[in-house]
């Protein structure tokens, strides 16, 4: 099989995802980059965060467009928040200093469990 065909083919398989992680590091900013500023005004932190998330939306449309003819909407929706989760813990690890506990560990593992059902499909 070509490498074109096999890029083209696995193109709207991998580009929400990669979308996604992009347009989740944006919106993570957007919403918690300015817990690192407390003495900003109110007005200006939300205006920047509404700035941020722009290119959010330029990000997350397009991928969840890509990828519905993939992915069912329940499964495009668990992919966003199994990545806003993951992009999420990152930041509050290496942007906040925040601790990552046990459990933390424990309820992203009951998350990643949820996931694995969405996309196993139907009991019988």
Sequence with gaps: MPAALVASSLFPVLAPIGLLIASNVFMTFAWYGHLKFPGAALWVVVMA??????FEYWLA???NRIGYGVYSGAEL???HEVISLSV???FAIFYLGEKFTLNHVLGFA???LGAFF???????
């Design 118 to 124: 969405i996309f196993k499909g139907p009991l019988k």
């Design 77 to 79: 929706k668990t992919i």
């Design 110 to 112: 009951l998350i990643a």
């Design 88 to 90: 999420f813990a990152l």
């Design 49 to 54: 965060s509404w700035g941020i998330a722009f």
């Design 61 to 63: 449309v397009p991928a």
